[in-house]
């Protein structure tokens, strides 16, 4: 007998839950009460057979689920990356033009230490200002000419009485007019 309703089949066997439905004829009466015997109530999913040809998509569902993290991630950290690159190379310009003003720091330095020298303060008048100590004889070409005289001497033609500086000055326009 059946644990639930004592009913019995009118084969005299007792009702089982695997067998609920009614046995066709021609079949084993006990093949439904077998531990093996797979149940009617449950199919087993029939795979079809596939061709060799037949091919996965090219997209699934993770793969474009994946792709798109992947497009958020990158527009996510697109900007910041941008920003510290152009900050190490703001950096790199920085010392680039560091080093350029300590060398001329350098430079002015030397300028400095080289000009506070009496020796170099001389010469340089001496060349750029055509200055003259007494005694030494100056030499200026004028024109291609060769004009020469002792410095710190006059000239020999000095007129006696000097001229108004407006007459000075009208000499000179008539000199030069010719």
């Known amino acids: 007998m059946s644990a639930g309703t004592g009913r ?11 067998a609920s439905r009614p046995i066709p004829a021609g079949t084993r009466s006990g093949a439904g009460s ?4 797979r149940r009617p109530g449950r199919r087993t999913p029939r795979t079809p057979a596939r061709p060799a040809t037949a091919r996965r998509p090219l997209s699934t569902g993770r793969a474009v689920v994946f792709v798109g993290l992947l497009l958020l991630l990158s527009l996510t950290l697109a900007g910041p990356v941008r920003q510290w690159l152009e900050g190490r190379a703001e950096i790199a ?3 680039a033009e560091s080093t350029a003003y300590d060398e001329r720091i350098a430079d002015l330095q030397e300028q400095l230490e080289r000009q506070s020298d009496p020796a170099w303060t001389a010469r340089e008048a ?7 100590l ?3 004889r100056l030499v200026v070409v004028v024109d291609g000419e060769a ?3 002792d ?7 000095v007129d006696a009485a000097p001229r108004p500086w407006y007459e000075e000055l009208l000499g000179s326009v008539a000199e030069a007019d010719g």
């Open 8 to 18: 019995r089949r009118s084969t005299g066997r007792p009702l089982s839950h695997a």
């Open 34 to 37: 077998r531990p093996d015997a």
């Open 93 to 95: 310009r920085l010392a």
């Open 126 to 132: 001496r060349e750029r200002l055509a200055y003259v």
């Open 134 to 136: 007494p005694g030494d």
């Open 147 to 149: 004009a020469e005289g």
């Open 151 to 157: 410095a710190g001497t006059l000239p020999d033609a």
